[in-house]
């Protein structure tokens, strides 16, 4: 069985920093590319960012040059750096793999950000 399990967000201040980790397990976590994605309250969730297994990133524009998103394949863990954060980034964050032909999610960790 596939598990993927986020870090505990938080409260913090706009222009601050956070960093959610995902650990996974139940797959072979190096093979498969890794997401995060966010869902506001009243918003439909949307893709934040993308680490292949090659190590290529991807990003929503709303988040480029304030996100990052990296893996370690020892931990089987996948990061979400985030600064300059801002009230708009307020949302429940999910760690997604697609693996079996099925999407995996975790239960999303709420990011609270304060003006």
């Known amino acids: 069985q596939v598990h993927l399990v986020e870090s505990r967000g938080g409260l913090v201040q706009a222009g601050g920093s956070l960093r959610l980790s995902c650990v996974a397990s139940?797959?072979?976590?190096?093979?498969?590319?890794m997401n995060w994605y966010r869902q506001a309250p009243g918003e439909q969730r949307d893709l934040v960012a993308t680490?292949?297994?090659?190590?290529?990133?991807t990003y929503a524009d709303s988040v480029k040059g304030r996100f990052t998103i990296s893996r370690d394949n020892v931990r089987n863990t996948v990061y979400l750096q985030m600064d300059s954060l801002s009230p708009d980034d307020t949302a429940v964050y999910y760690c997604?793999?697609?693996?079996?032909?099925?999407?995996?999610w975790g239960k999303g960790t709420l990011v609270t950000v304060s003006s």
């Open positions: 997604k793999v697609y693996a079996r032909a099925t999407q995996f």
């Open positions: 139940g797959i072979n976590f190096k093979l498969y590319a």
């Open positions: 680490i292949t297994s090659s190590g290529s990133t």
